[in-house]
């Protein structure tokens, strides 16, 4: 069983940064694509960035293209999500998720596992 818990949420102005994680148990971390969603009250969940199990590759939304990193540390086990230049509307719950192709992807539909979520509130 893999589990994935978000941390690192939290209230903040519009223009502050904050860094995301994502810990997952389990031996296989490297063998994921890794995810972050994210979703709005009364919205559909969405894509914000993925990384491949090598990190040589990332996707972002252009929402948050230049102001989003995702990065991994695979010695960790760990996915992390640094968020910088917050506007009012990244707020949301932040998901991470686990693909086992390895492979980016941007649907939720390729993603397998998933974490509890980690809320985002960035105040204007």
């Known amino acids: 069983q893999v589990q994935l818990v978000e941390s690192g949420g939290g209230l903040v102005q519009a223009g502050d940064s904050l860094r995301l994680s994502c810990a997952v148990s389990?031996?296989?971390?490297?063998?994921?694509?890794m995810g972050w969603f994210r979703q709005a009250p009364g919205k559909e969940r969405e894509f914000v960035a993925a990384?491949?199990?090598?990190?040589?590759?990332?996707d972002y939304a252009d929402s948050v293209q230049g102001r989003f990193t995702i990065s991994r540390d695979n010695t960790k086990n760990t996915v992390y999500l640094q968020m910088n230049s917050l506007k009012p509307e990244d707020t949301a719950l932040y998901y991470c998720?686990?693909?086992?192709?390895?492979?980016?992807?941007?649907?939720?539909?390729?993603?397998?596992?998933w974490g509890q979520g980690t809320q985002v509130t960035v105040s204007s």
């Open positions: 389990g031996r296989t971390f490297s063998r994921y694509a």
């Open positions: 990384i491949s199990r090598t990190a040589i590759s990332t």
């Open positions: 998720a686990a693909d086992l192709t390895g492979i980016v992807h941007t649907t939720r539909d390729r993603y397998n596992y």
